[in-house]
């Protein structure tokens, strides 16, 4: 079993609905790494988040630190939010000997259409 | 800050050949990461530098493979005796370290050994 689970791995959308991808992780963290990623590689950090929500736009981050759990919202979805979605987490004790590497999920692959 | 360069941007070599991938992070970012992701999956991580000094390296990294990081800046990560299994994208993150640990990522290099 992986460390960090993604559901769903693929999601069809069309334009305007409310997006959730989910996130389960089974080890202890210090934070967690929300991530884009488009055709051609580049990777772009999200949200970063230990506790709580954090909101940039129409995204929404959520984590539960008890349930090791975190989502991904996107509110209003539009066909340029198409990528894929990588939920990261970095191990706990990062100024320690995790060194503050990530350990990814699979990616959900977003799709959304006009 | 012109974000986190990697080239080549593309690779293509046949098998048995050495490869060398060069990263140039952030400056003044002290940590530096390589991580691969082969197609469908998450990246994975495969070795971690804190200034010029390699810390840790993934149980993915064999003897084919050798990291620097001279004078702390630029890193190199090179392939000897590429195999078909090397093709991935390498990816190169960058991060300032306390208080942030965020990273930022380069666009990667992508390999294809025929």
């Known amino acids: 079993k992986n460390e960090v689970e993604q559901s769903p791995q693929n999601l069809t959308a069309q334009e305007g609905e409310f997006i959730t991808i989910n996130c389960s992780y089974s080890v202890g963290i210090s934070a967690l790494h929300w991530l884009q990623q488009h055709p051609g590689g580049g990777i772009v950090s999200l949200f970063m988040?230990?506790?709580g929500k954090k909101k940039h736009g129409r995204l929404i981050a959520t984590i539960n630190i008890q349930e090791k759990h975190s989502s991904l919202h996107i509110t209003a979805s539009h066909p340029r939010d198409s990528a894929v979605y990588i939920c990261a987490v970095r191990l706990g004790n990062a100024g320690g000997t995790s060194y503050g590497k990530l350990t990814f999920g699979q990616g959900t692959i977003l799709t959304v259409h006009p | 800050d012109t974000g986190v360069s990697q080239d080549p941007r593309h690779k293509i070599t046949k098998r048995g050949q050495n490869v060398t991938f060069r990263c140039d992070p952030i400056s003044e970012h002290n940590r530096l990461y390589w991580y691969r992701q082969t197609l469908g999956q998450g990246p994975e991580f495969l070795t971690y530098f804190q200034n010029e000094a390699q810390l840790e390296k993934s149980r993915l990294l064999s003897d084919r493979f050798s990291a620097e990081r001279p004078k702390g800046s630029f890193s190199t990560l090179e392939i000897q005796r590429t195999e078909q299994g090397d093709s991935a994208m390498y990816l190169c993150a960058s991060s300032p370290g306390r208080p942030s640990y965020e990273q930022y990522f380069g666009p990667g290099t992508r390999l294809t050994v025929t």
């Open positions: 988040l230990s506790s």
